[in-house]
């Protein structure tokens, strides 16, 4: 285990613009959120925010090849953002009667400590940070 000093810890990993990627993020982001020793209960919260944010970049973002996905680990919290190449800020849909999907991001705002998205020079930033245990 990774036990994160006062200095920062990151990681990042690209993964191709697919949809089958959101399972190769979740692996990823689950792996390095156990090596820094976060909780079972933030294991699965990554787990599902992560899958959330790359399948939107996949869906919404306009990815020719790649996406990339950051891990960063504090002394107790972690932060996972998913780039794009969408400069449009993600939508927080509202719920409607007997609808299917379009609720990732309601998802990740009810679980997360906090989210949110910075533009960049590629297009935007998807970002969101729960405690570490």
């Known amino acids: 285990m990774v036990v994160p000093t006062d200095v920062n810890e990151v ?11 959101a399972r190769l993020g979740r692996q990823w ?5 156990r090596s820094y020793g ?4 933030t294991l699965h919260v990554v787990e599902l925010l992560t899958s959330e944010v790359v399948t939107n970049a996949v869906k919404y973002g306009h990815v020719a090849r790649t996406i990339d996905l950051d891990m ?11 780039s794009d190449d969408n400069p449009d800020p993600p939508e927080l849909l509202e719920p409607g009667a007997g609808q299917v999907g379009g609720q990732g991001m309601r998802v990740v705002e009810r679980l997360a400590r ?7 020079r590629r297009g935007k930033s998807v970002w969101f940070t729960v ?3």
């Open 11 to 21: 990681a990042s990993m690209r993964v191709p613009a697919l949809l089958s990627s």
């Open 114 to 120: 906090s989210w949110g998205w910075l533009p960049t």
């Open 29 to 33: 982001s689950v792996e390095r959120a």
């Open 38 to 41: 976060a909780s079972e209960t």
């Open 72 to 82: 960063e680990c504090t002394l107790d919290a972690l932060t996972v953002s998913v």
């Open 131 to 133: 405690a570490l245990t």
